[in-house]
């Protein structure tokens, strides 16, 4: 039969934050004790904020961009993207400059207009015939 000798040599306790949150507590008690509780009082409520404050930023956010993204297609080309509501923008597509109303892109060209690139061309002498 082995026996482990070492057994009492193998049992560490980490005791290393107890220290520290002891002299926490031993602080809060003495405000308190002092009349100073409601600086104790607000570290706690700081701390909560603390707490909160990330998670109501997040769905603020989301709120925020179910409200204001907008997603539709392209009135010219038909190829759907997503916009801000109110704003103005171009579709990545084909390049047309869109405003965003009422959930969906509208043109801001008046319709019938025909965008067209003119080229320069050279002109040329024909000598009679």
């Known amino acids: 039969m082995i026996v482990n000798r070492d057994f009492t040599k193998r049992i560490l306790v980490n005791d290393s934050g107890l220290g ?29 904020i603390l707490a909160i404050l990330p998670i109501l930023a997040f769905w603020g956010a989301r709120w925020w961009l179910k409200r204001n993204i907008v997603e539709d297609a392209c009135p010219v080309c038909q190829y759907s993207f997503m916009g801000f509501n109110q704003a103005e923008c171009r579709c990545p597509n084909c390049g047309e400059p869109l405003k965003v109303e009422g959930n969906h892109f509208h043109r801001i060209i008046p319709p019938g207009t025909i965008d067209v690139e003119a080229i320069e061309v050279q002109s040329q002498i024909l000598e009679g015939e």
């Open 20 to 48: 520290c949150l002891l002299t926490l507590v031993l602080g809060a008690i003495l405000l308190t004790s002092v009349g100073l509780g409601w600086i104790v009082n607000g570290f706690l409520i700081l701390l909560v």
